[in-house]
């Protein structure tokens, strides 16, 4: 392979560069080219702009952010972009900023307090005019110790103008929307027992100290209770399809073979319930006839899973937008609740 050597690589055009070849100081250049509500003469001005395109000068994102003291971007923290219940809110993020003339950053923090600190820190620095957190906090040490240290950062942003919204739990001085998780799961149980006839229940509950899976969890085990029913177990796993093919196959090992009705397993959100579906096939039982399965939030991708899947419809999308429209509103912090709907479908039909 022969490498061609073009010579040194041109030098970017300056601001400096447009100054001079139109005849004015570098501060009236910029007033023109940044955006600066302190602007010269309109004929003035045209010469800067005839310059800027004659060089090809390429105006610097950073500076126009500070001559207008807005940049018109919006820092987005997800935990995992490849689940779909992130990708749906994202889709919504994305949409509705667009319908504001803002530009979104987005970041994966994995899951991970040390990253999504480092996320953040990085969103401050670039001076995005708000940051939105999408994903349930933890009350992990690790996590606890990250929040502390983000505390701080946070405060420092919000008193230079940037605003927090947080999207599953609260935190002090943000906007939130708060997914009613706890009464949705409630209603989830008793749908189960009362309408679809079911009485064997096992909990694949995520992990302990997710918030969002702690809230599911109890919420559906105070709606058995309501029934005077109790679960045959809950069982704790990742928050993930693995996690839920792992405490599934636990599950049917365990309980399936010794109920005389059809075992009910119930995950925490629909990506453990469709990896609870593929741990039930690959166990070789049938579903809704021997195992039945149930999930939460009715992720995109559930339209390609059969038999269809027995959830909580939450608005993802429409979570995202409600997001943004909390983002770049300039009032004090405000709450904003996004409410569940149950689905009974042919993955808990006894008939």
Not at 289 to 318: H, K, M, Y
């Amino acid at each position: 392979m022969s490498v061609v050597d073009d010579g040194p690589r041109a030098r970017a055009v300056t601001l400096t560069d447009v100054a001079v070849l139109a005849g004015v100081s570098q501060p009236t250049a910029s007033r023109v080219l940044n955006g600066s509500a302190r602007t010269p003469s309109p004929q003035i001005a045209e010469r800067v702009r005839r310059a800027a395109e004659e060089l090809g000068y390429t105006p610097n994102a950073q500076a126009q952010a500070l001559a207008r003291a807005n940049t018109g971007l919006l820092g987005l923290v997800v935990h995992d972009i490849a689940d779909p219940y992130f990708s749906a809110v994202v889709s919504g993020v994305q949409r509705a900023a667009t319908g504001v003339d803002r530009q979104v950053l987005l970041a994966v923090s994995s899951r991970e307090p040390d990253i999504e600190l480092r996320c953040i820190e990085s969103f401050v620095a670039y001076r995005t005019e708000a940051i939105i957190m999408v994903g349930s906090r933890s009350t992990s040490p690790e996590a606890k110790a990250a929040a502390d240290r983000l505390a701080p950062v946070m405060q420092r942003y919000r008193r230079n103008g940037g605003r927090l919204v947080t999207v599953g739990q609260e935190l002090p001085g943000a906007s939130a929307v708060v997914p009613d998780n706890r009464s949705a799961s409630t209603a989830l149980a008793h749908a189960l027992v009362s309408e679809a006839g079911l009485r064997e229940f096992v909990v694949l509950a995520g992990p302990e100290q997710l918030a969002t899976a702690v809230d599911r969890t109890e919420g559906f085990l105070a709606g058995l209770a309501a029934h005077d029913v109790q679960p045959r177990a809950v069982l704790h796993g990742a928050f993930t399809r693995d996690g839920g093919y792992e405490s599934a196959g636990e599950a049917i090992a365990a309980f399936a073979p010794s109920t005389a009705r059809p075992v009910c397993l119930v995950a925490a959100n629909d990506v453990m319930a469709v990896g609870a579906m593929s741990a039930t096939r690959w166990s070789g039982r049938a579903i809704p006839g021997e195992v039945q399965i149930a999930g939460f939030d009715d992720i995109p991708t559930l339209r390609d899973v059969s038999p269809t899947l027995t959830t909580v419809r939450l608005p993802l999308e429409e979570i995202g937008e409600w997001a943004v429209a909390l983002a770049v509103d300039d009032g004090p912090p405000q709450v904003r609740e996004a409410f569940g709907e149950v689905l009974l479908r042919e993955s808990t039909n006894l008939r």
